[in-house]
């Protein structure tokens, strides 16, 4: 069973950036859409972006502009380039499949804050 794993996460001042990882265990990468989604505190766990096949890729609109979705199937990793954090994109941020079809990894977590 493939196995997503998330790092890269940590505390960062508003306006500030990361660019956290999510590397699989199997090569998935090539044949599936992946995402990224994050849980806030007290929220239900939202879609943030994806693309299609590492062809077009689609932000939800809270983001758009701020965040990069991009892929490495060489490395069978996604990463999510985050600029100009805001105290609202203080979440645990995971990644699977886009649509989800795989086993929820750890996430990592992004706290924004100053």
């Known amino acids: 069973q493939v196995q997503l794993g998330e790092s890269g996460g940590g505390l960062v001042q508003p306006g500030g950036s990361l660019r956290p990882p999510c590397a699989a265990s199997g090569s998935i990468f090539s044949t599936n859409g992946m995402g990224w989604y994050r849980q806030a505190p007290g929220q239900e766990r939202a879609w943030v972006a994806s693309?299609?096949?590492?062809?077009?890729?689609f932000y939800s609109d809270s983001v758009k502009g701020r965040f990069t979705f991009s892929r490495d199937n060489a490395k069978n990793t996604v990463y999510l380039q985050m600029y100009n954090l805001r105290l609202e994109d203080t979440a645990v941020y995971y990644c699977n499949s886009a649509p989800v079809t795989l086993t929820w990894g750890q996430g990592t977590e992004v706290t924004v804050s100053s």
């Open positions: 693309d299609i096949r590492g062809g077009n890729t």
